[in-house]
C-alpha cells in the first residue's frame, strides 16, 4: 500500500470518535476498493495504539466508571448503557466493562482476586448481577478488537492463514516442517514454515516462512524484525514473511536481504533441481 493512501486512512480513523465497530463501516464505504481485511487489521492496529498511549488517562489512578453505571441503572436508562459510555469517552467497550466488573467484584469482595474477575469476564453467565453480566456481554460481543471473543477471532484468523500457506506448500510439492515440529525438535524460536530443501523466489533464496495475517506497518514491522525475523535469519538464513492484509510499500524499499515480504504465496517460484548439482572429484 502507497504512503499516501495509508496515511489517508489512517487521518479518518484518527478523526472518528466512537466504537470501532462504527469506525469499521466507514472505512469500508470509503475506501470500497480496499480489502475488507486490510482496513480492519489497519484500525485494529491503530486503535490498539491509542488505547495503549490512552489507558491511564482512561483506566489509571484507581478510576472506576462502576458508580456512573449505578447512576445510569438508577435512573432507568435502557440497555446498552455501557456501550454508550464507551462510545461517549472513546474506550474500548471490552476495556471498560473491565473497568466496570473490577469494580463491582471489589464491591462485594475487596479481596477479589484478578484470577476471579478474569473467569467472569470470559464467562459472563457467573455474574450474580444479570443486568451488569448482559451489559458486560455486549461490550465483549459489540468490541471486535478487545475481550475474550476478540481474541479467540484474531487466533481462528492466524489458524485460518497458517493452513491455507500449508496447503499452497502442499499443492506444490514442496517439503517443509512446521512450528509444531520444530518445536518438538527442541527450537525455541521458530518460524510458521523451515523449508527442507530451499526455494528461490525473485531471487531470493527462502529457507523460513512466516506467516502474518495482519497488516504490516513501519511499528509492526520493526517489532517482528526484533523479536522474530532476525532469529529466523540467524539461525535458519533468508526467508519470506507474508503480511496477508497488505503492508506499506516503505517496508520493501530496504536493501535489506535477509527476507523478503510479500502479501500472497509467491507464483513464481524456483525449485532446486538436483541434476545441475555436479559431485566434485575426491
Not at 4 to 9: A, G, L
Not at 217 to 224: F, S
Amino acid at each position: 500500500m502507497k504512503t499516501e493512501k495509508y496515511n489517508e486512512i489512517i487521518t479518518t480513523i484518527r478523526n472518528f470518535r466512537g466504537l470501532s465497530k462504527d469506525c469499521a463501516k466507514i472505512l469500508k464505504e470509503k475506501y470500497n476498493n480496499t480489502p475488507v481485511n486490510t482496513l480492519y487489521s489497519i484500525l485494529s492496529l491503530e486503535i490498539q495504539q491509542k488505547m495503549k498511549v490512552n489507558h491511564v488517562k482512561l483506566f489509571g489512578n484507581n478510576k472506576s466508571y462502576y458508580d456512573s453505571y449505578l447512576e445510569a441503572v438508577n435512573n432507568r436508562e435502557p440497555t446498552g448503557i455501557l456501550l454508550r459510555m464507551a462510545k461517549d469517552i472513546d474506550a474500548s467497550p471490552a476495556l471498560l466493562a473491565r473497568n466496570v466488573l473490577e469494580r463491582y467484584c471489589m464491591f462485594d469482595n475487596a479481596n477479589a482476586s484478578k484470577n476471579l474477575i478474569t473467569k467472569l469476564f470470559k464467562d459472563t453467565t457467573l455474574i450474580s448481577d444479570k443486568d451488569l453480566a448482559y451489559e458486560i456481554y455486549l461490550c465483549l460481543l459489540y468490541d471486535d478488537l478487545y475481550g475474550p471473543i476478540a481474541n479467540a477471532m484474531g487466533m481462528c484468523i492466524g489458524q485460518e492463514y497458517e493452513i491455507k500457506l500449508e496447503n499452497s506448500l502442499i499443492e506444490r510439492n514442496i517439503a517443509f516442517r512446521n512450528e509444531e515440529h520444530l518445536r518438538l525438535r527442541g527450537y525455541d524460536k521458530t518460524p510458521d514454515i523451515k523449508l527442507e530443501v530451499p526455494i528461490a523466489v525473485n531471487g531470493c533464496l527462502i529457507n523460513w516462512i512466516e506467516s502474518k495475517a495482519r497488516f504490516g506497518n513501519a511499528e509492526v514491522h520493526q517489532k517482528y524484525m526484533k523479536e522474530q525475523f532476525l532469529s529466523y535469519w540467524n539461525r535458519f538464513g533468508s526467508g519470506l514473511v507474508i503480511y496477508w492484509f497488505g503492508f506499506l510499500e516503505s517496508l520493501n524499499k530496504s536493501t535489506e536481504k535477509r527476507f523478503i515480504i510479500m502479501d500472497h504465496f509467491p507464483e513464481n517460484i524456483t525449485y532446486m533441481d538436483p541434476v545441475c548439482i555436479k559431485p566434485t572429484n575426491t
